[in-house]
């Protein structure tokens, strides 16, 4: 199975093709490297299949989800790491994990209080 697959996947910004109709398959258990020179559109790339941002046109579907058409089903099924640590300092690692948790709509405090 595809856990990935992106098709035609483009992005113009001021008319500028900064992604370029990429299309590409990955299979469940692969891990796979997005190699580029800076401003290849790697992280442009990452937004839209995050569902951050909108393709300009083309498509691209997370465990047979359409980022364009069922956003919320992809962010569901999706965890994204960033260069910064996207972590709030003023809470406690608890806090983190019971905030971060219930944002996917998971009852965490429950959980952790049986452990
Ligand atoms: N919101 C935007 N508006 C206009 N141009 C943008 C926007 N976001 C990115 N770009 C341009 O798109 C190109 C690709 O940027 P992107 O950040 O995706 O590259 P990258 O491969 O992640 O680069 P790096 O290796 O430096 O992180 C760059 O030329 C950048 O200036
Ligand atoms: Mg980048």
């Not at 692969?30 to 299949?49: C, D, Q, Y």
């Not at 962010?75 to 608890?94: D, F, H, M, N």
């Not at 971060?100 to 429950?110: A, I, K, R, T």
Request: with cysteine; proline share 4%; charged share 25%.
């Amino acid at each position: 199975m595809n856990i990935v697959e992106v098709n035609e996947l483009t992005k113009i910004y001021d008319g500028r093709k900064i992604v370029d109709s990429i299309s590409l398959k990955i299979k469940k258990g692969e891990i796979f490297g997005l190699l580029g020179p800076n401003g290849a559109g790697k992280t442009t790339t990452v937004s839209m299949l995050s569902c951050l941002i909108p393709p300009t046109s083309g498509d691209a579907f997370i465990e047979g989800k359409s980022i364009v058409r069922e956003s919320m089903e992809v962010k569901r099924r999706i965890g994204v790491v960033p260069q910064e640590i996207a972590l709030y300092p003023t809470l406690s690692a608890k806090e983190n994990l019971i905030f971060w948790g219930e944002m996917y709509g998971h009852l965490v405090e429950e959980n952790l209080e049986k452990e």
